[in-house]
């Protein structure tokens, strides 16, 4: 019985596959099996596979094309190892990878999954960054950043209990095994980067809206699979303000022939996990606008802060009290402004069942930014979250910028008079699904997005955004 089965899932990358073979074949630990499983490739793999028919350690397997997911959980019914991991066709190993996540397993019992740093490389193999994960239990806690889905050493009774992968999905095997496993189980990482990323043309991690779609379906199944009694029942609360010089816009305003008041109650509506929604406002114009719509309640919020954060805060706590005096106690309130009108109802869903999984206080939607920033030091400009040669990409100095689509609170937060409580969690939003509408310009590039990208743009990337 080997220590370590590794397995190749192989479609249609037979330009990548001898790389990826040999990266097993010269391993300095020998306690190995591969399995290769060409899934209804129909390039030159099969002739590829051909040479290692014989090769004692290796096993070919070959079948229609069932998807990644369907191949993991074959893996996992017919690999013999200890322990498992996978391997994918357009990647390769560090020569001492094996080795390495082997023994974390062996000296550290109370570790069931393990996952290195990695460099990503181009279509010719050449590095072009290394990624450094941050260290679990040392610089995070909060396990929202999910190991990578490949190269990462799971013991495999452990994948058997957590019920293996879901088939269900195309891409993003790794983040569903990973919510899962860290209900119950501990993760540990190894800040040695052990293998090579290929980043290239037909690589999976370019199709960003099919993976942030995957990955709210995958929060919503392991919800509802893991039956989780945490979920929090939902207040969504509208702040809509007429005050000149305040960023959250006109609720009046006409965005694609809907006012912005309107929209963002049909993003309420839509939400499944919202169990009463108010709108909030210091106009009474607004409130009998919002007083058409059923199952939305009003409230007149008498004095309204400047203060951005402080307004939030205040209109919160005013809220909360006056439906407790009501008889309504929620456990989170979810604070959607109306000048973002690109939010969808799957957006609030998704901020939910992020609260409901990781158990934190708050839950904020953001956009994931990747530009280099610099800030004015001694010497001139220095960079913020990077280094000036631009090849190390560490995953604490990552910046993520808050759109203000949503901001959602447990209720304790709130009486506490905080904005956002001790552990947040977040969701990441497209930056196209982003623009926040605190000016005329962003105003036009809302509706240009809504008009003209939304209606050209493929549909995995856009699924559950619109709102009309």
Not at 362 to 371: A, C, P, R
Request: net charge negative; charged share 25%.
């Amino acid at each position: 019985m080997p220590k370590v089965t590794v397995y190749i899932p192989a479609y249609n990358y037979g330009h990548f596959l001898n790389a990826a073979l040999q990266s097993v074949l010269k391993q300095t630990m020998d306690d190995w099996e591969l399995i290769v499983i060409d899934d209804g490739s129909t390039d030159d793999t099969t002739q590829i596979l051909t040479s290692y028919r014989m090769h004692p350690k290796i096993r070919i397997l070959k079948q229609e094309n069932r998807g990644l997911n369907f191949t993991n959980n074959m893996a996992l019914r017919i690999s013999k190892g200890e322990y498992l991991m996978r391997l994918d066709a357009d990647d390769f190993l560090d020569e001492n990878i094996l080795l390495v996540l082997s023994q974390v397993l062996d000296m550290k019992p109370d570790v069931d999954l393990v996952y290195p740093d990695y460099y990503l490389v181009n279509e010719d193999g050449e590095i072009t960054e290394i990624i450094r994960r941050q260290k679990i239990g040392e610089e995070v806690d909060l396990l929202d950043l999910p190991a990578h889905g490949a190269c990462t050493m799971i013991r495999k009774q452990v994948l058997w209990e957590i019920g293996g992968y879901f088939e269900e999905f195309s891409c993003q095997d790794g983040y569903g095994m990973w919510l899962k496993f860290i209900e119950r189980h501990r993760p540990y990482n190894v800040n040695v980067p052990l293998f090579y990323y290929r980043r290239h043309e037909a690589s999976l991690s370019k199709s960003r809206g099919l993976i942030l779609e995957t990955r709210r379906k995958i929060k919503r199944r392991v919800v509802e699979e893991m039956n989780l009694s945490r979920i929090p029942k939902v207040l969504a609360l509208v702040p809509a303000f007429l005050d000149s010089g305040f960023a959250f816009g006109d609720p009046f305003r006409q965005f694609m022939g809907k006012s912005l008041l309107e929209r963002t109650l049909e993003q309420i509506m839509e939400a499944r996990s919202i169990d009463k929604a108010v709108v909030s406002s210091n106009d009474e114009d607004v409130l009998a606008y919002a007083n058409r719509y059923k199952g939305v309640d009003v409230l007149l919020m008498p004095q309204a802060p400047a203060k951005w954060a402080v307004r939030m805060v205040d209109t919160s706590l005013h809220v909360l009290k006056t439906l407790e005096e009501r008889g309504y106690i929620p456990d989170a309130v979810c604070v959607c402004c109306v000048n973002t009108p690109l939010r969808g109802g799957a957006h609030i869903d998704k901020a939910v069942d992020t609260m409901t999984i990781f158990n934190v206080d708050s839950v904020i939607s953001i956009t994931e930014d990747f530009s280099f920033y610099y800030h004015h030091g001694k010497h001139g400009l220095t960079p913020v979250n990077g280094s000036l040669q631009r090849t190390l990409r560490l995953e604490r100095k990552a910046l993520f910028k808050d759109n203000g689509a949503i901001y959602l609170n447990r209720v304790d937060t709130v009486l506490a008079g905080k904005f956002l409580g001790e552990r947040i969690g977040h969701i990441t939003m497209l930056p196209e699904e982003s623009v926040r509408i605190d000016s005329e310009y962003e105003f036009w590039l809302a509706e240009k997005i809504a008009a003209e990208w939304m209606q050209t743009a493929p549909s995995d990337n856009i699924a559950d955004v619109q709102t009309s």
